[in-house]
Nanobody, 114 residues
Framework: QVRLVESGGGLVQAGGSLRLSCAAS????????MGWYRQAPGKQRELVAT??????NYADTVKGRFTISRDNAKNTVYLQMNSLKPEDTAVYYC?????????WGQGTQVTVSS
């Protein structure tokens, strides 16, 4: 069984920054991709950013403001979020795709006030 523990969400004013972390533990066999998705009220879950080996992918709405990184030794993925906007308000979910499993975190709330 794989466990994902997210942290770092909270309330911040527009223009501020937050850093999300997601640590994976348990029976993980060869992580391929780590990433972050988000879901705002009344909307579908959407991709924010993913990282595979050294390659990153970002949603157009966060390019230039968010940075995804990972620590392979710790099985941890990070999302540095700068210049936050009210439209970034959502529940952020960590996702870890391994060879034998696709795993989701419980979500962490990010609220950006105007």
């Amino acid at each position: 069984q794989v466990r994902l523990v997210e942290s770092g969400g909270g309330l911040v004013q527009a223009g501020g920054s937050l850093r999300l972390s997601c640590a994976a533990s348990g029976n993980i066999f060869r992580i391929v991709t780590m990433g972050w998705y988000r879901q705002a009220p009344g909307k579908q879950r959407e991709l924010v950013a993913t990282i595979t080996s050294g390659s990153t992918n970002y949603a157009d709405t966060v390019k230039g403001r968010f940075t995804i990184s990972r620590d392979n030794a710790k099985n941890t993925v990070y999302l540095q979020m700068n210049s936050l906007k009210p439209e970034d308000t959502a529940v952020y979910y960590c996702n870890v795709k391994a060879l034998l499993s696709d795993n989701w975190g419980q979500g962490t709330q990010v609220t950006v006030s105007s």
